[in-house]
């Protein structure tokens, strides 16, 4: 049984960056083929993809177009987890952030019990 | 790109079927058969009921069931119990790469 455990701080400071880790059981980062994502959830913006890694002989990561130019995801293999940074971050960032394995065709399962991140000076 | 349109709630009595429709266009749920719905209760993490249009993952009761008729979704709870109280939420896959969501069906059980 997948199990994803995610931790990192609560409260991130304007313009900081945002740094969250999801620790993988019962499954590996580097299993070929299988995509790691980070989701976000705010009462503003609904439900929202940041973006993905997964190993298919070599690594591949891919960003939601409106993400792309602040948010980095990255593997662990060593500590069988995937990170997520989110830089320059302002209150509009405060949501709950979700890890979760699956693709965009073929939906997310299982998710991480979600990290509440409040973006506050 | 806009999130799919969802109504925001839906009822019904324990034991009867309910609907839930999710609304796109022909460049997500017309155009992919990517569409997935996710229960989702207070302070939990979404649980995947539905995948590809009407697949349903192992585990979930064949009460949800899942079709797709042109740019439209719906997600369909028979006999439904109080257990399935939850919001729902729809999310299709879409051109270049990207995910819509639903902003959510708040499912109601009389």
């Known amino acids: 049984q997948v199990q994803l455990q995610q931790s990192g701080p609560g409260l991130v400071k304007p313009s900081q960056t945002l740094s969250l880790t999801c620790a993988i059981s019962?499954?590996?980062?580097?299993?070929?083929?299988?995509?790691w994502n980070w989701i976000r959830q705010s009462p503003s913006r609904g439900l929202e993809w940041l973006g993905r890694?997964?190993?298919?002989?070599?690594?591949?990561?891919d960003y939601a177009v409106s993400m792309k130019s602040r948010v980095t995801i990255n593997p662990d293999t060593s500590k069988n987890q995937l990170s997520l940074q989110l830089n320059s971050v302002t209150p509009e960032d405060t949501a709950v952030y979700y890890c979760?394995?699956?693709?965009?065709?073929?939906?997310?399962?299982?998710w991480g019990q979600g990290t509440l991140v409040i973006v506050s000076s | 790109q806009s999130a799919l349109t969802q109504p925001p709630s839906a009822s019904g009595s324990p034991g009867q079927s309910v609907t839930i429709s999710c609304t796109g266009t022909?460049?997500?749920?017309?155009?992919?058969?990517?569409v997935s719905w996710y229960q989702q209760n207070p302070g939990k993490a979404p649980k995947l009921m539905i995948y590809?249009?009407?697949k349903r993952p192992s585990g979930v009761p064949d009460r949800f069931s899942g079709s797709k008729s042109g740019n439209t979704a719906s997600l369909t709870v028979s006999g439904l119990q109080a257990e399935d109280e939850a919001d729902y939420y729809c999310?299709?896959?879409?051109?270049?790469?990207?995910?819509?969501f639903g902003a959510g069906t708040k499912l109601t059980v009389l």
């Open positions: 022909s460049s997500d749920v017309g155009g992919y058969n990517s």
């Open positions: 019962g499954d590996s980062v580097s299993t070929n083929g299988a995509a």
């Open positions: 979760a394995r699956g693709y965009l065709q073929k939906g997310f399962d299982p």
């Open positions: 890694t997964y190993f298919n002989s070599k690594w591949y990561n």
């Open positions: 999310s299709s896959y879409a051109d270049s790469m990207n995910l819509l």
């Open positions: 590809e249009v009407s």
